[in-house]
């Protein structure tokens, strides 16, 4: 293809689109080319399309399948896994800009555009009294179209469950152009294929999602919060089993040493630093019970070796110690570029899990730092490398696939939350089997008969 | 074809087989040409296939595809919507003897065969102190595999969602005969297409489920249950939406006059006959909340017009009005067979909703009963009709389908839990629209190119 080609190709988008609607402007498309996986092998994308109408997405797909290009939909750019690495030669289609909002108390769901961010939802909802559950550690700055897309998870996710548990309706863009809508505000709906589920978690592969209808709930009830300390990895995951085994927390995070220190470094908390592993537990139970599980979840950790464990009633410090938990990523990047893996596992292998992790790095000589949702057994090993250092780097991708190896052989999950990806697609055959494969790629055939949408990414 | 053609096709499968798993015996098959739907189209299957293994489901299908014959698969035949009618010619695969079950305390999951039924998961998991919400009216008769694969619902749906947010795996023969494994004992998993929600729901017409787990919540807290009568349907279905603005009940369940003179004629427990509708709310929120939700609702009541209303924290006594709840469709049913609907509406549209159904059933000159699942806006019309006096059975159909239409106009489902089967199969396009049958058709052939699951269903 000549440039002449290219370009008299996205001339026929451009007259399509409103005045400024496809940037090709180089210095403005670097900062479309990757997510927060920074993915090296990143595209340079013909152009980036920032929509702000579902008929607008139609119009760059018919496009786009006319001329069979490629199309990363994107968007809040805040991806783990590079599902949205542009593509060369491709458009990037930010749906940031539809930021539509409807909140309806009766039904107690939201009809949002793709582009508001989490939080944005969250608190829209919550001057009416209702509360959007799922939260990723990123939930101030990821969009609830890419949480859609990847079937995002969070802290809250080990009561209250992931994404997929909230979203009963989608207005999605096929490839061909073809706008549909699957569901709606109905909390039970068996009519016909459950397709919207199906586009949930499809990170951008089956079609463009340009409006969601969440289910909401009532606000959480208030929370207590439990933090402890263990001089070692292996005593924090035994008292992991030993919760679950017994209560539902709303809440149950893992921080490993390096972890700790990392966030200790910038935070200046008063985090013990000499501390093997952390674990910080919430209740939010209502009347009694939450004053009887933050008892027994003292008393657990005790019994289990802890060296401090400290709880509170008071939500500012309970917040405290989650935003600590939240900002362990930042922390850690501030260290060096991160390898961030999502491993999960059915949850007695937890301490086989994090064990294995631990032996991974040290035989690999990397830096890995693991936080995880213990509670519910999905884990994120960050893998500290220098991608200037090509024999580090190679070392820390052996790290990161051999991670994922030991997961799968643990009968887990090479993610949990956050989409396959590019970054991970070579090991998602090991993990479903090939029929498993085949079937999904029968399924995106169907639907997207010219590989158009989010080549590379997931199949 | 030939009786002697179709013999001898089917000598291959019964030498494929344990003795006895093929039936032909037309005194055994004509027990399993329906489900409670009564489809009066039912065909005359060649046999039924009664596997107890993965294995055995894997032969019948791949001996199904080789000759193209059609596979009705079939869980506890008591479907309401003639998903499982069997199909002239073909087979039908009764799930029924696969029962394996295992518990996990520790991950909170239940691995079960498609053939247990609804009841007995929900009494094996009460053993280890963990709790199955999904509660179709039937719960014990019905089979989990039936649940998956119509994303059944029921009374606790309300508050604690349907089958769908609780599978979490699924073990799936496909129409090739591929057993695939989908999902896991895993709470969290993004990786892949989410294959496993595609097949709940998808009536037999992508796969055999030949393994089910599922997620499993602590038990339930201790119930109070409130009952109210009204004199009119209005007055009733208005205070269903001033409880659900304030609150989030675990039931709320709606009976019309019909369906509380049905009840009360077979179990005589004193219900008011002379009531336009009565409601039965349930409260389960834990310490206080429960009291003050108790008060809130019998203020709600009141204020909303209720003749009389009734409070106890008694168990017996609340699962004695749950009961007669459940006791209307067989109760209506010693009335006269009766078609039976399941639409549902975004909550508002509920009292427009039955209100358009009671001005049918006039229209007509039809009985017609209607109870409700009045808390998630899913009703259930019991239209009485004479099958043998086809003019009577004629304006029961032009109601049925009336119903339907009504419920499409009001933006709700033509099933809310039934699923569509065969009997409401004509009016899925309009719900869903041409385009999203095209695209679940395409899926469908990517799935099943001969077309051997379950035709003449759903789609």
Request: hydrophobic share 40%; proline share 7%.
């Amino acid at each position: 293809m000549t440039a002449t080609d290219r370009d008299a190709r996205l001339d026929a988008l451009v007259d399509r689109l409103p005045d400024g609607m496809v940037v090709t402007d180089p210095d403005i498309i670097e900062g479309y080319r990757r997510d927060r996986a920074a993915d090296p092998d990143a595209g340079v994308p013909l152009a980036v399309v920032r929509p702000t109408t579902t008929e607008h997405v139609r119009i760059a797909l018919r496009w786009a399948n006319e001329h069979t290009i490629a199309v990363v939909p994107r968007g809040a750019g805040t991806g783990l896994s590079g599902g949205a690495s542009a593509v060369e030669g491709g458009i990037v289609l930010t749906t940031e800009r539809m930021r539509a909002l409807a909140v309806d108390p009766v039904t107690r769901t939201a009809t949002v555009g793709p582009g508001l961010l989490n939080a944005e939802v969250k608190a829209a909802v919550a001057e009416h009294g209702l509360w959007y559950p799922p939260d990723p550690s990123s939930f101030e700055i990821c969009s609830i179209g890419g949480n859609a897309a990847t079937n995002a998870g969070g802290l809250c996710c080990v009561k209250y469950g992931m994404t997929t548990d909230y979203v009963l309706g989608l207005e999605v863009v096929l490839a061909d152009g073809t706008a549909i809508r699957l569901g709606g505000p109905r909390l039970k709906d068996s009519a016909g294929l459950s397709l919207t589920k199906l586009f949930v978690g499809s990170e951008g592969t089956l079609g463009v999602i340009t409006e969601v209808t969440v289910r909401l709930i009532p606000p959480q009830p208030p929370r207590s919060t439990i933090v402890a300390t263990f001089e070692s990895v292996d005593a924090a995951t035994e008292a992991v089993l030993a919760i679950v085994r017994e209560m539902r927390p709303a809440m149950l995070e893992f921080m490993d040493r390096t972890s700790i220190r990392a966030v200790e470094s910038v935070l200046n908390m008063g985090l013990d630093t000499t501390a093997g592993a952390l674990l910080i537990a919430q209740s939010d139970s209502p009347g009694d019970d939450r004053a009887r599980e933050t008892t027994r979840m003292t008393e657990l950790f005790t019994a289990g070796g802890a060296s401090e464990v400290f709880a509170t009633d008071d939500p500012a410090d309970g917040e405290s110690f989650t935003a600590a938990r939240r900002f362990a990523i930042p922390a850690m990047e501030k260290i060096g570029p991160l390898l961030l893996e999502d491993v999960g596992v059915p949850l007695p292998a937890l301490p086989t899990l994090i064990d294995g992790i631990e032996q991974i790095a040290e035989r690999h000589a990397v830096t890995c730092a693991v936080i995880a949702h213990a509670g519910d057994g999905n884990t994120h090993p960050l893998i500290v490398h220098d991608p200037t250092d090509p024999e580090q780097t190679a070392r820390a991708q052996r790290a990161f696939g051999d991670i994922m190896d030991l997961a799968i052989s643990l009968g887990g999950t090479i993610t949990g939350e956050h989409g396959v990806g590019r970054l991970k697609k070579a090991w998602l055959p090991d993990q479903v089997g090939e029929d498993v494969m085949e079937l999904s790629r029968r399924i995106k055939s169907a639907l997207d008969p010219s590989g158009i949408l989010n080549p590379g990414a997931v199949l």
